[in-house]
């Protein structure tokens, strides 16, 4: 369920919460916090490094060496082709943020910028100054837009730029529900879209370090000639090189894909989108993060199950793969092993660890396990913390159960309604702009009998104590060995 918190939320909450204390101290002073809070939103918009209504990115990833080059507003027929060029001759890429509207009208220069190994980022289809003062179906119009421009170029930009660098309140609802996130800058001259071009170079040179992101315009200088910018540009690619401050594609500085290739209907969930761009760092995070004591159990329970669960079992589901952390030992100790995933990125690397150790009998499958064909029937079907996912987890394990051998067994690890939890709940919603759902035993002991399932053995753990029940489930059951299963019902949709 998409919940973008942000810090604005709690600086909402604390600001009613002195309002309301105020009022029985000093009732003239009890409308401050209120007026504060009313001043931060209308002044921290304004700063397009905080992260204040949304998470923004503005810098490369922790610990990056290079920088990199990114263009508003273009593409201009009389800056843009001259630029490929030059980026050419220095051997660069960079990514541009265009506009729906100038996409619209030179096709051709943007089917150069991509043939140039460039990425397209969105900026608004009309790029009005105004827009984060316009109702959120306007903003919502504007994204679209643009987004229907760029895949009739077989692209679908990740990022988004808002015009002016200026967010609001609902931007990352509008970005979340579009599969994209925003990117702003860290770095710029101050050369009002072009109209202060004199030294422009100069003013970046002496400021730039390692991480910063670029912002500079590919549009018609109002005070000087075409010329004249290119040689600004031509001097700031120079000057970063003697810098030593490698020219990094935007990806790669941010670890984060910035744009995909091929036409789709729609971009990535949100799910999908930080999973994705979370892939090369997520076997490290989670053994070496906040999150390795949830983790670290998890692999416990886990190990303990392999001799007598998956042991010498046949086809194996497992729900939420990612990029394997449980999926090779699984697939030592069985048959065969279907791997699914949201995340594409985070499968490859499943695939690449498998190859490096010579397991071939693992099958990745991308997609969304609530939709997706299942393809079984299974002996075993397991999955660690992924089910929190899912939209409607009681139809999703009716519809699994018939894919489930007679007499074959669920295996999963899941979030536990708890005070604890909350407060991860919450961090995800920060975080993700998702709210994963946590579950009793009593729901997950009715949702699988529900379905078909017996012999239900669930434990809880992680912060168990008499003030805590723990923060995890952990789930078995066995399929009614007397139910038949069919593995397509003809009552389930096509492609389900």
């Not at 608004?124 to 109702?135: A, V």
């Not at 695939?351 to 099958?363: F, L, P, Q, S, Y």
């Not at 939709?371 to 009681?394: K, N, R, W």
Request: charge should be neutral; charged fraction near 20%.
């Amino acid at each position: 369920m998409i919940c973008p918190l942000s810090p604005a939320h709690f600086v909402a909450l604390g600001a009613f919460q002195l309002f309301t204390v105020l009022l029985f101290i000093n009732v003239n002073l009890a409308p401050l916090p209120l007026l504060v809070f009313i001043l931060l939103c209308c002044i921290t918009p304004l700063f397009p490094r905080l992260s204040f209504f949304l998470p923004i990115i503005s810098k490369g990833k922790m610990g990056a060496k290079g920088v990199a080059l990114t263009f508003d507003d273009g593409p201009d027929p009389e800056v843009t082709p001259q630029l490929l060029e030059l980026l050419a001759r220095h051997g660069v890429t960079a990514t541009f943020f265009v506009t729906g509207a100038r996409a619209e009208l030179y096709p051709d220069i943007v089917k150069a910028i991509l043939a140039g190994g460039h990425a397209i980022g969105n900026h608004s289809y009309s790029h009005s100054p105004f827009l984060m003062l316009k109702r959120r179906t306007t903003l919502q119009r504007e994204i679209v837009s643009a987004q229907l421009v760029f895949q009739q170029f077989g692209i679908v930009p990740l990022v988004f730029r808002p015009p002016v660098g200026i967010t609001n309140s609902r931007l990352w609802r509008v970005l979340l529900e579009n599969g994209m996130f925003c990117v702003n800058f860290s770095c710029r001259a101050a050369d009002f879209g072009n109209r202060r071009v004199t030294k422009l170079a100069g003013r970046l040179l002496a400021k730039v370090v390692p991480g910063d992101i670029i912002l500079l315009h590919d549009v018609a200088p109002v005070q000087c000639n075409v010329t004249h910018l290119l040689h600004e540009f031509s001097t700031l690619i120079e000057g970063l090189k003697e810098k030593e401050l490698e020219i990094l594609p935007l990806g790669r500085l941010i670890g984060k894909e910035v744009m995909q290739s091929g036409a789709s209907d729609s971009g990535p969930n949100p799910a999908e989108l930080f999973y994705n761009g979370l892939a090369e760092t997520y076997d490290q995070e989670q053994f070496n993060s906040r999150v390795s004591l949830s983790r670290s159990m998890e692999y416990r329970l886990f190990s303990a199950q392999v001799p007598t669960l998956f042991a010498g079992a046949g086809r194996v589901l497992e729900v939420g793969a990612g990029t394997g952390i449980f999926t090779l030992d699984i697939a030592r100790n069985c048959t065969e092993v279907l791997a699914a995933d949201i995340s594409g990125n985070m499968l490859k690397l499943l695939e690449k660890k498998a190859a490096t150790e010579g397991i071939t009998n693992i099958r990745t499958l991308k997609g969304n396990v609530e939709t997706m064909e299942l393809e079984g029937p299974f002996s075993v079907v397991c999955a660690f913390l992924a089910l929190e996912y899912l939209a409607d987890l009681p139809a999703f394990l009716i519809r699994l159960a018939r894919h489930v051998e007679a007499g074959g067994s669920v295996y999963f690890i899941t979030a536990r309604t708890s005070l604890f939890r909350l407060f991860t709940q919450i961090g995800n919603a920060m975080r993700q702009g998702l709210w994963l759902k946590a579950y009793s035993s009593r729901e997950i002991e009715v949702m699988l009998t529900t379905a078909g399932f017996d012999r239900i053995a669930i434990s809880s753990h992680l912060f168990k104590s008499f003030l805590s029940g723990g923060m995890l489930l952990e789930v078995s059951a066995r399929r009614v060995a007397a139910a038949s299963v069919s593995v397509l019902p003809t009552n389930e949709p096509e492609g389900a």
